[in-house]
């Protein structure tokens, strides 16, 4: 089993940055990429980016690109996102996950294992 532990979600205003970290443990081995969700009320869960077991290939939603970067320092099994330019509308409930694909994937159904979630609120 792997259990994946995100933090640094918060209250910060429109123009602010935050950094999210997602810690992994346990079978760590198992996992290859890894990537963030985020689900806002009433709305379906969203890919927002992930990233190759190295780190060379990341992807990222259209709607993140240029102001969100993912990296992960596997030395210390944690996975970053830095949000920098927030917006009102990436308020949401962001989520860790992990998959045991080599190649990089945006599908929900790619990811086998999930973190408990973390608030982010951007206020106008």
């Known amino acids: 089993q792997v259990l994946l532990v995100e933090s640094g979600g918060g209250l910060v205003q429109a123009g602010d940055s935050l950094r999210l970290s997602c810690a992994a443990s346990?079978?760590?081995?198992?996992?290859?990429?890894m990537g963030w969700f985020r689900q806002a009320p009433g709305k379906e869960r969203e890919f927002v980016a992930a990233i190759s077991r190295r780190g060379l290939i990341t992807a990222y939603a259209d709607s993140v690109k240029g102001r969100f970067t993912i990296s992960r320092d596997n030395a210390k099994n944690t996975m970053y996102l830095q949000m920098n330019s927030l917006k009102p509308e990436d308020t949401a409930v962001y989520y860790c996950?992990?998959?045991?694909?080599?190649?990089?994937?945006?599908?929900?159904?790619?990811?086998?294992?999930w973190g408990q979630g973390t608030q982010v609120t951007v206020s106008s």
């Open positions: 346990g079978r760590t081995l198992s996992i290859d990429v």
């Open positions: 996950a992990a998959s045991d694909r080599v190649q990089v994937v945006t599908g929900r159904d790619e990811y086998r294992y």
